[in-house]
């Protein structure tokens, strides 16, 4: 299982920006593509996932009404739409797949928020 994640950089706050991670190499059809995030000093914490099978969407309490998760099957793509970023955004970004029990990883990108 291979994770490609893009997007992210620089913006400023009230900004948005788009990430996105293509997933290849999932045998089931049966998954989840989350995004994560961690500052530096704070844990990896959960921001948006979405189900591969019925594309229902979760979010963290801190992005509800900001950041939009959305799938795009035929390309196997799970984009995040970030608008209205705050500081408190600035993270590294991460791209998640849990499949048949197990987390696989894409490489973190990184979004900064300027005040």
């Known amino acids: 299982v291979q994770l490609q994640a893009s997007g992210g950089g620089l913006a400023q706050t009230g900004g948005s920006l788009r990430l996105s991670c293509e997933a290849s190499?999932?045998?089931?059809?049966?998954?989840?593509i989350a995004w994560f995030r961690q500052a530096p000093g704070n844990k990896r914490e959960g921001v948006s996932c979405?189900?591969?099978?019925?594309?229902?969407?979760l979010y963290a309490d801190s992005v509800k009404g900001r950041f939009t998760i959305s799938l795009d099957n035929a390309k196997n793509t799970v984009s995040l739409q970030m608008n209205s970023l705050k500081p408190e955004d600035t993270a590294v970004y991460y791209c998640?797949?849990?499949?048949?029990?197990?987390?696989?990883w894409g490489q973190g990108t990184l979004v900064t928020v300027s005040s």
């Open positions: 190499g999932i045998d089931s059809d049966d998954y989840v």
């Open positions: 998640g797949a849990w499949s048949s029990l197990k987390w696989y």
């Open positions: 979405i189900n591969r099978r019925d594309g229902i969407p």
